[in-house]
């Protein structure tokens, strides 16, 4: 901003100085032209004056020196006002226009061996997101978020990589899962999803949203919400629930159940490991509409040189031409 402002004011000045320059050039050519002649008498001038084109001349003269003086003063007041830095008012509304994702990570026993690779696909998912708000919960018998919706992704991918690097670990329980086993049993996929459906923001907002589940879905223990119940509930609240199933093939009783699930919300269920799953899961969340979310307003002040700058420059070649007319 002050290097913009001193070319600026380098610019106006050498504006004005070559205007000058031009000036006084002009004057000493007509002054060096016409000493041989100045001041010779001439007979009955009088009768000369009284002539109407002599007037005529005599009256664009006046007028073009008239304008000279106007422009010169004109050109002066202008490199005043580009000199002090002329400023305009501009607030600014940001909107943000994405979706809202909430990953929804089972952490009890049966899911060990698999949620470092399901934290890196978690990972690949949230790299492949453009705008999108991402959040994540994790849940065994009791769920815990471990970071809100936010489209911070350096802040996203700095704690997803975290929990893949505690999940190297040698006791029995990571750190990152203390707080999901307040509960009673152990891998309670209703409450986990019913939790992680509570967990978006703007209630009152028709925003896109979406809940991208991972678990075997091997429950062990009384919920208070059913998977179907938790599902139908995220249906209710327009959220759509996409499940990554570590256990292959959908034969299976309790792939069935977490497919109808997604099925449900108009999500989809996906294998683990299968090759389009990052792919599949990022086209299909990219769907649904977007959503404007305004921030907050913020004002600020701009310099606006640019008309003045114009209008001085135009001052300036007027300035020039005319008195290189009355010169002539």
């Known amino acids: ?82 000199a002090a830095r002329p400023i305009a008012q501009k607030t600014i509304q940001p909107v943000s226009t994405n979706r809202d994702i909430m990953l929804c990570l089972d952490v009890s026993g049966s899911m060990t061996d698999v949620d470092k ?12 997101f453009k705008g999108e708000r991402v959040g994540l919960t994790i849940f065994n018998s009791s769920a815990v978020q471990v970071f809100p919706l936010t489209d911070d ?42 939790s992680c459906a509570l967990r978006f923001d703007h ?7 979406s809940i991208i589940l991972a678990t075997d879905n091997e429950l062990n223990g009384s919920p208070i919400v059913t998977l179907q119940e938790a599902a139908d509930y995220a249906a209710s609240k327009k959220i759509r629930l996409y499940t990554i199933n570590p256990v292959d093939g959908i034969d299976q009783p309790d792939s069935k159940t977490l497919a109808d699930a997604a099925a449900a919300t108009g999500g989809k ?10 792919g599949d899961i990022i086209a299909q969340v990219q769907k649904q509409e977007a959503t404007q979310l305004k921030g907050q307003a913020t004002v600020i002040w701009a310099d606006v040189p640019q008309l003045w700058i114009a209008a ?3 001052i300036a070649l007027g300035f020039v031409v005319l008195l290189w007319r009355v010169r002539l």
């Open 203 to 209: 209630a009152d907002e028709q925003r896109a949203r």
């Open 1 to 82: 901003m002050v290097l913009a402002s001193i070319w600026i004011l380098l610019a106006v000045v050498g504006a004005l100085l070559l205007a000058i320059a031009l000036g006084v050039l002009l004057g000493l050519r007509r002054r060096g032209s016409g000493s041989a002649t100045s001041g010779a008498p001439i007979a009955r001038a009088e009768r000369i004056r009284s002539l109407p084109a002599f007037q005529r001349a005599v009256r664009r003269r006046q007028a073009a020196l008239a304008g000279v003086v106007a422009l010169g003063v004109l050109a002066v007041v202008l490199g005043g006002v580009v």
């Open 153 to 194: 992704y350096a802040f996203i991918q700095e704690h997803l990589r975290s929990l893949m690097k505690g999940l190297d670990y040698s006791t029995d329980i990571p750190e990152q899962w203390v707080g999901t086993m307040n509960g009673v049993g152990a891998s309670l996929i209703g409450d986990g999803l019913a």
């Open 117 to 128: 690779e399901i934290v890196s696909i978690f990972d690949k998912l949230a790299d492949g």
């Open 312 to 314: 001085l420059i135009v």
């Open 269 to 278: 269920a996906y294998a683990l490991r299968e090759t389009t799953t990052v």
